[in-house]
């Protein structure tokens, strides 16, 4: 095993070394950003639960619990602008590392596809130089898709943990809507 990451360090570009390095790097923040927002929002998500309980067994005010507690507690006048003005805030605290996982998703697949061209034009290079056989080229081909697999490796999961917390900001802003109606509707 050794031995063939030896060869294959080796034998790659170093453009193509670089992209696996960068996809690497990718790799390594999406899943930071996704570990930390993850449990971030499932904390969230659950005092925003228990919020909207307190308001539905009869309470006729935002539990201190939640996000809107804070655009309420000096107002005397709840109405649709404040909770807006709140329900705003919370879409961009709740969305925050949705976009850098996004343009990972997207972007991944170039850039190893980009370290798998590169690689390919330098086997093809040095075919024309040495005039090599048949099998130098699969092999030379095969080791340029390493950068490719990565691409699409990383971005796999770059767009499963952006579905994911995507899904849980939903659900936040979601039960902040219908904080909202509940203390509306009761005219508070």
Do not use: C
Not at 149 to 160: D, L, P, Q
Request: charged residues 15%; proline residues 1%; glycine residues 6%.
């Amino acid at each position: 095993m050794f031995n063939e990451l030896a060869d294959f360090y080796i034998k790659s570009h170093p453009v193509t070394l670089g992209v696996l390095a960068l996809l690497a790097l990718y790799f390594i923040i999406l899943n930071w950003i996704y570990f930390y927002r993850y449990f971030t929002l499932g904390a969230w998500l659950k005092s925003e639960l228990s919020a909207l309980e307190s308001l539905m067994m009869g309470s006729t005010e935002i539990s201190s619990q939640s996000f809107l507690y804070n655009f309420t507690k000096n107002s005397t006048n709840k109405n649709r602008e404040l909770f807006m003005l709140g329900l705003l805030a919370a879409t961009k605290d709740a969305t925050k590392g949705l976009s850098t996982l996004s343009i990972f998703a997207s972007t991944t697949p170039f850039i190893g596809l980009f370290g798998t061209v590169v690689s390919i034009l330098d086997t093809f290079t040095h075919i024309g130089q040495s005039g090599t056989s048949m099998s130098h080229i699969a092999t030379g081909v095969s080791d340029a898709l390493v950068a490719t697999a990565a691409g699409i490796f990383v971005a796999i999961f770059a767009y499963t943990y952006h579905q994911v917390l995507k899904r849980k900001s939903y659900e936040i802003i979601n039960l902040l809507e219908m904080q909202r109606d509940a203390i509306i509707a009761r005219g508070a």
